[in-house]
């Protein structure tokens, strides 16, 4: 997948490939494409039929985080500058969009099985609507658990779910194990954003890569933030906090102390946890194969990764 995402992104324009090898270099998870692998490997498994998806997948999800950078004015991702960082606005809202556009080109090779291209355009629409639902609640202290659950489901999980389910799709697999490895993806991308967003109050920033408390300086509201503003004494103050437009890094602490007092942290842990554990009950209908068990493993690092 990286030798194949490197020649994919290898282009005549010579600031292009600059940027776009630099994304690379910056290295990530890869998390998609692993998730496309192990789904066919639950199927007829093939690597040249699911090489393609694979790269693709990643493609889009490199694509979304230079737009992100973009909007939230992010100077550093995984502990080197971004591409808006080094090269502006300008340069990355059209380094992301050409991602995009490579990942339809791998995506059109799928002409025979029109689920994938169908899956993954819905996923794409849906995955807009989760990043403009995030902005629109930007400050707004009134949101509930289930508005949370809706946003990140939209932002996040579809694209694992799509991952899980299409790899499997592309090597032949039946209804039954393709369904599954989908639900998998769910559980595990819902766990794997609580989990990023409780990383964003309590992880080692050198170890995340990025500043901490990033969430709260932008005023997204999150699971540890949800459930403080319900049952922190001091609910009206960090109310006040996220409010004022004009905080000072202290209120930042100050707001960020509230919520680990609150009980907050454990609760959206043992939330987290309740994911993994139905994604690993998602696997059961899976032909008894090495990679269900890999993909039970990833299931426990998820929930419990530091960074």
């Not at 779910?161 to 769910?186: D, F, I, K, W």
């Not at 109050?201 to 890569?209: F, K, M, S, T």
């Amino acid at each position: 997948v990286e030798r194949e995402l490197r020649a994919t992104l290898k282009t005549s324009v010579p600031l292009l490939t600059e940027t776009t090898q630099h994304l690379l270099q910056a290295g990530g998870k890869r998390l998609r494409p692993a998730f496309s692998l192990l789904g066919a490997k639950c199927a007829d498994f093939k690597l040249e039929r699911v090489l393609p998806l694979a790269v693709a997948l990643e493609l889009i999800h490199m694509a979304t985080l230079v737009h992100d950078d973009v909007v939230d004015a992010a100077v550093t991702r995984r502990g080197v500058p971004t591409v808006r960082a080094q090269w502006g606005n300008r340069i990355s809202t059209h380094v992301g969009t050409y991602l995009f556009a490579q990942s339809l080109i791998l995506i059109a090779g799928y002409y025979d099985n029109p689920m994938i291209a169908q899956v993954l355009a819905n996923t794409s629409i849906k995955m807009c609507e989760g990043e403009i639902q995030q902005i629109a609640s930007t400050f707004d202290v009134q949101q509930s658990i289930k508005d949370y659950f809706r946003r990140i489901n939209r932002k996040t999980a579809l694209l694992i779910a799509a991952s899980c389910q299409l790899g499997a799709v592309a090597c032949n697999a039946p209804r039954e194990t393709h369904a599954a490895l989908r639900r998998y993806g769910h559980h595990i991308g819902m766990a794997f954003q609580i989990t990023d967003d409780i990383l964003d109050l309590v992880a080692d920033q050198e170890q995340l890569g990025k500043p901490v408390g990033s969430d709260l300086r932008q005023g997204i509201i999150t699971l540890p933030v949800i459930y403080a503003l319900t049952h922190s004494p001091k609910r009206e103050r960090l109310k006040a906090i996220i409010f004022s437009r004009t905080r000072e890094e202290e209120q930042i602490e100050e707001a960020i102390a509230i919520v680990r007092r609150s009980g907050g942290i454990e609760y959206a842990v043992k939330v987290a946890q309740r994911f993994t554990l139905k994604a690993k009950s998602s696997l059961k209908p899976l032909p008894d194969r090495p990679a269900k068990k890999v993909l039970a493993s990833i299931a426990d690092f998820v929930s419990s990764r530091k960074f």
